[in-house]
């Protein structure tokens, strides 16, 4: 009988007593709504959930209709739990406190609700990323704000993503390791399917939009050029490429074979403190890899140490293998 992730929730509750039940509860329907995404997502073309909206994202980006479902869902099967004091979401620009009808817990939910939906229309791998923080203590009977959310990502009790592709998959810390469940449709249950993932910490795959090549700081350059040059270059060695244009899917990858992922801070004035959003991509994303034996920096900084200033604020993000990671951070220092 393979081990379902309720069973591993209650054994971590018991036996690691890493995490109180509330937690417990929380995840299993986190969990729940991203199964109702991933039939959503699946249903595709047949259930008239491709295309665009014509309307924008606080990020100014073209809502996909998945993108205001998946938010949706992770909203109403959420807010009435009774474990969350408010949640927020890439596509809200405010937080969403928990309507007063439902008892209010103590926990933060932050997350993308679809990422990587450019992907969508042309059925590429999309996902969900999700991070829970504890609502500060002095908040207690008070409405939730903005500022309860700007902790630190080494602040977070749990992290994981869920990646809609050939498999159906969540992939979840909390702070024990990393763990991966696939979904079996016929049970309705997500089953273990991997524990404790380690990341090689070499590798000769690195992961980056090369079309930003022209906007790059030196570092980033020499890195990739670095790359670029293979066994004839001063890596000795050549190097493979892959970008996916979505955060879980290269992520995925790389937690499963090594690798490195870049999306540095750029020239560009929109880039210039990065793409990927810090509350609800690097950092989840971060604790998972650190999790996994991997680094998570800015390029230099360590990603789960940024103190946020606001809920969609970006950075910049360089994590993965521990070496090539480090490599990049050499350069951060050598070159700037
Ligand atoms: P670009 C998706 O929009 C996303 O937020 C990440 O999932 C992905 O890694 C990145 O942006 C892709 O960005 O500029 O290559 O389209």
Known sequence: MRTTLS????????????????LRLLIEIVARACKVIAHNVNKGAISGTLGSLGTENVQGEVQKKLDVIANEILIQTNEWGGHLAALASEEMEAIHPIPNRYPKGEYLLVYDPIDGSSNIDVNGCVGTIFSV??????????????????????????????IYGPQTLLILTVGTGVYV???DREL???????????????????????????????????????????REGPRGRDFNMRWCASMVADVHRIL?????????????????????????????????????????????????????????????????????????????????
């Open 181 to 183: 469940f696939a979904l």
């Open 188 to 230: 309705g249950s997500w089953i273990m399917v991997e524990e404790k993932l380690t990341i090689p910490e070499d590798t000769n795959e690195f992961s980056i939009n090369m079309s930003n090549q022209r906007h790059w700081h030196a570092p980033v350059a020499k890195y990739i050029d670095e790359c670029l040059a293979g």
């Open 7 to 22: 069973q591993f929730l209650i054994e971590q509750q018991r036996k690691e007593g890493v995490i109180p039940p509330e």
């Open 133 to 162: 923080l504890k609502a500060p203590a002095d908040s207690t009977g008070r409405e939730m704000q903005e500022k309860d959310f700007l902790q630190a990502g080494s602040r977070q009790v749990a992290a994981g993503y869920t």
């Open 256 to 336: 499963t074979r090594g690798g490195i992922f870049m999306y540095p801070a750029d020239r560009r004035e929109k880039v210039k403190s990065g793409k990927l959003r810090l509350m609800y991509e690097a950092n989840p994303m971060a604790f998972i890899i650190e999790q996994a034996g991997g680094v998570a920096t800015d390029g230099t900084n360590r990603i789960l140490e940024i103190a946020p200033v606001g809920l969609h604020q970006r950075t910049g993000v360089v994590l993965g293998s521990r070496n090539e990671v480090e490599r990049v951070r050499d350069l951060h220092r050598e070159l700037v």
